[in-house]
């Protein structure tokens, strides 16, 4: 089998051009081309007024040996790369101590598959609930105002990634292609097939739910174990003759302990009871640069017409994204800073998504439709290390948790204090003046929003570069600036404030069987790219174990 890249065709193309152009671009008979499989179908939307497809397709071919030895040197034409997944180790007999993973977000969910796959019967630690109750915990905050602090948008079967837009896509170097082992498995657990072709998958929340709870049987059906309500509350960590540290265990929250050589921390990026316990018990965590700011909402017919113009609402399009940064370089406190769009979920809801009592936090959501009234994104800034000191100057690699606290706690404040979120028009935060009435744009978040002026929501650096940013933005995206669109405040957990590093074995750099892995250890961003992680760590297990054994 053969792969072909960059076959470009017009949005409307007849079903028969894709054989038509490979056998135009080989120089082919029809009949020498035995069968065209689509690999990847991504758009070209740089001409509004002629928006191309762009496909890599995969075929076979009577005498492909002939077709590239014809085609040599041509970088379009290769042979098909082999993209199935091969198991690195099968579990021993009579294996004493099971491997944990303690999370069960998009990570912990491929660590716990990949060793079951394998044979290790792996033993799940989740600290919230089932996915379907978590779901329902999750919107009696939304519409009841009740948090439920263990099971909510943060904790639970599926983690963050369960609320959101469910997107399957990232820019991860992927050479071993662990990404379309991630693809594979959400397919075969009832995803579109579209997400194995489709640039730019996505599921949507809805489906999600099922989905998870397909994988988990399977895990449950190798023989592995997954534990809801079991929040690890410390670890167990002991040093040998040399001094070196290895990890034996856990304790949950009830006081039980469960014995273990192998440890996968696949936690989220909102564990921080979690992360404040690995560091006291001396796990070694840095502080990492993260990003904080709003999400913004504008009517998504506005950003289809921008993105596409006349052909905005084509079904093969569908709802339109975007993508825009900013470098600012006005004379104020955040020149030099960059403001980026991230999250961008077309056709959603901006929700909900604290985790602590007391706090205000935003993050986007879709479903697979993507046909709700507003489009949305974070609009957010950079920060580093040396941003955190304002907030905890005692050094302490936590230090970017305390910012996210502050934030959140004074975005509860400026809501009212009964978990509304802070908002404000795009056209008064540009023009520093508080908002008073809602405009064409009417804001998606639950419980509700409260008109403010959002000046104190960040610190100043990132309201300056966010309100520099937002009319260059307007330039690149038309309308992108409108007055009515509405700022909800804040986006801090746009990804971990910490990093608990790893060596080439992906074990901690310190402790020995401890495997830092996913978005919470800082390794990962988003649902394929945790995924893929969760596999990549769930390999180092298993051949860790093997190894060991062998040795005797």
């Given amino acids: 089998m053969l792969r072909l890249t960059d076959i470009k065709l017009p949005l409307d193309h007849a079903p028969l051009a894709l054989r038509q152009s490979v056998s135009s671009k080989l120089k082919i008979a029809d009949g020498e081309l035995l069968d065209v499989r689509i690999a990847k179908r991504s758009y070209d939307a740089r001409q509004r007024d002629a928006i191309l497809l762009i496909y890599t397709l995969d075929v076979s071919l009577r005498d492909e040996a002939a077709i590239l030895a014809r085609f040599d040197g041509d970088r379009h034409i290769a042979p098909a790369p082999d993209t199935n997944y091969c198991a690195v180790a099968k579990a021993p007999a009579n294996l004493s101590l099971r491997p944990l993973v303690i999370g069960f977000g998009p990570c912990g969910l491929f660590a716990a598959l990949i060793l079951a796959q394998m044979g290790f019967r792996p033993i799940v630690l989740e600290r919230g609930k089932a996915v379907r109750e978590r779901t329902r915990d999750t919107w009696d905050l939304w519409r009841k105002r009740n948090l439920h602090p263990e099971?909510?948008?943060?904790?639970?079967?599926?983690?963050?990634?369960t609320f959101s837009d469910g997107k399957l896509y990232s820019q991860i170097r992927d050479p071993q292609h662990r990404g379309r082992k991630v693809l594979r498995e959400f397919a075969k657990a009832g995803a579109p097939q579209e997400i194995l072709y489709v640039a730019k998958p996505h599921i949507g929340?809805?489906?999600?739910v099922s989905m998870i709870e397909t994988m988990r049987k399977e895990i449950e059906s190798l023989g592995g174990e997954v534990r809801f309500g079991q929040r690890v509350d410390d670890i167990h960590v002991q040093s040998d003759a040399d001094g070196h540290r290895h990890v034996r265990g856990v304790v949950l929250a009830d006081g039980s302990q469960i014995d273990a050589d192998q440890v996968v921390l696949a936690l989220g990026h909102s564990a921080r009871d979690t992360f404040a316990m690995l560091h006291r018990r001396g796990v070694y965590v840095e502080a990492k640069p993260f990003s904080i700011g709003f999400r913004i909402e504008h009517p998504q017919s506005l950003i289809d017409r921008a993105r596409f113009g006349a052909q905005a609402?084509?079904?093969?399009?569908?709802?339109?994204?975007?993508?825009?940064?900013h470098h600012c370089k006005g004379d104020h406190s955040g020149r030099g800073r960059s403001v980026y769009s991230f999250c961008m979920c077309p056709g959603g809801t901006v929700v909900a998504a604290t985790s602590e009592p007391g706090h205000v936090v935003t993050n986007g959501m879709s479903q697979y439709s993507r046909n709700e009234r507003n489009a949305n994104a974070a609009i957010v800034v950079g920060i580093e290390p040396a941003d955190f000191a304002p907030f905890d100057a005692s050094g302490s690699p936590l230090a970017g948790i305390a910012l996210q606290r502050a934030l959140e706690r004074h975005a509860y404040v400026l809501g009212g204090e009964n978990y509304n979120a802070p908002a404000q028009l795009v056209g008064d935060f540009?023009?520093?003046?508080?908002?008073?009435?809602?405009?064409?744009?009417t804001p998606s978040f639950q419980p509700g929003v409260s008109l403010v002026g959002l000046d104190s929501a960040l610190p100043d650096y990132a309201i300056a570069a966010i309100r520099e940013a937002l009319p260059a933005f307007g330039r690149q995206l038309r309308g992108f600036d409108m007055h009515d669109a509405v700022l909800t405040a804040v986006e801090t957990r746009t990804s971990s404030p910490i990093r608990i590093k790893r060596d080439e074995t992906l074990q901690s750099l310190n402790t020995r069987g401890l495997y830092p892995a996913g978005e919470g250890a800082g390794y990962a961003g988003g649902i394929l790219s945790a995924g893929v992680d969760g596999i990549n760590v769930a390999e180092a297990v298993a051949l860790s174990i093997v190894a060991r054994r062998s040795r005797g």
């Fill in 430 to 441: 540009v023009a520093t003046r508080a908002s008073t009435a809602i405009g064409k744009v």
């Fill in 151 to 161: 099971s909510n948008v943060q904790f639970g079967e599926g983690g963050a990634g």
């Fill in 205 to 208: 929340t809805f489906r999600l």
């Fill in 313 to 325: 609402g084509h079904p093969v399009l569908g709802a339109a994204d975007y993508k825009l940064v």
